[in-house]
Nanobody, 118 residues
């Protein structure tokens, strides 16, 4: 239903673009959210985008990461710039809904590993 692509190894200061492909039924109705989980850490929400294109970011990625969606391709992107070693984590895309200011993930896709290291 959801599949994340594009992870890899990148040097500090570098960039990566993650993609999340979703089935049409889920994609068209859903808010899409990216999460990440580093070893030994709790999973954390990074950014969300509504089907109308409204975006929200957590403070630790504001100004560095950009979430966007291509509705014709049922795909959401996460452009990550100025990457830091602390961005190293397994990244997941999800489909869910907003209730007020809170995002709830209903579907989880397979993740992709991002490693930032010199």
């Amino acid at each position: 239903l959801l599949q994340a692509f594009g992870g890899g190894l990148v040097q500090p200061g570098g960039s990566l673009r993650l993609s999340c492909a979703a089935s049409g039924r889920i994609f068209s109705a859903a808010v899409i959210g990216w999460y990440r989980q580093a070893p030994g850490e709790q999973r954390e929400l990074i950014a969300t985008i509504t089907n109308g294109g409204n975006t929200d970011y957590k403070d630790f990625v504001k100004g560095r990461f950009t979430i966007s969606r291509d509705n014709a391709k049922n795909t959401v992107y996460l452009q990550m710039n100025s990457l830091k070693p602390e961005d190293t984590a397994f990244y997941y895309c999800t489909a869910g809904r907003l209730r007020g200011i809170y995002y709830y993930a209903d579907y989880w896709g397979q993740g992709t590993q991002v490693t930032v290291s010199s």
